[in-house]
């Protein structure tokens, strides 16, 4: 029932910028802490930057500085603004809602495809 569909992925020169979206579905994604994720090959999945349901965003030292997350609650989409991009930042990039209901503090996680990003010249 839980839908998260990226698009904006694509190849891109150093230096150069992108922009990923989140679309969701089956959940209200101001009520859930977002995150875009990302996972190059031969690495484990990391945390690139989260948003809380209140607002607050977090980024990894990496990508501080370049890389904003966005919340549009009208549309129901999350976004990644991704600039001054590093061949360093190809990766495949996944969006994730999650959160922990406050009286029996369970736990629920939803993960998009993925889309890739390639930064080569």
């Known amino acids: 029932q839980v839908q998260l569909v990226e698009s904006g992925g694509g190849l891109v020169q150093p230096g150069g910028s992108l922009r990923l979206s989140c679309a969701a579905s089956?959940?209200?994604?101001?009520?859930?802490?977002m995150a875009w994720y990302r996972q190059a090959p031969g690495n484990q999945r990391e945390l690139a930057a989260a948003?809380?349901?209140?607002?607050?965003?977090t980024y990894s030292d990496s990508v501080k500085g370049r890389f904003t997350i966005s919340r549009d609650n009208d549309k129901n989409t999350v976004y990644l603004q991704m600039n001054s991009l590093k061949s360093e930042d190809t990766a495949v990039y996944y969006c994730?809602?999650?959160?922990?209901?406050?009286?029996?503090?369970?736990?629920?996680?939803?993960w998009g495809q993925g889309t890739q990003v390639t930064v080569s010249s």
């Open positions: 089956g959940i209200i994604v101001s009520m859930y802490n």
């Open positions: 948003i809380t349901s209140g607002g607050t965003t």
């Open positions: 994730n809602a999650g959160r922990i209901t406050t009286w029996t503090r369970s736990r629920y996680d939803y």
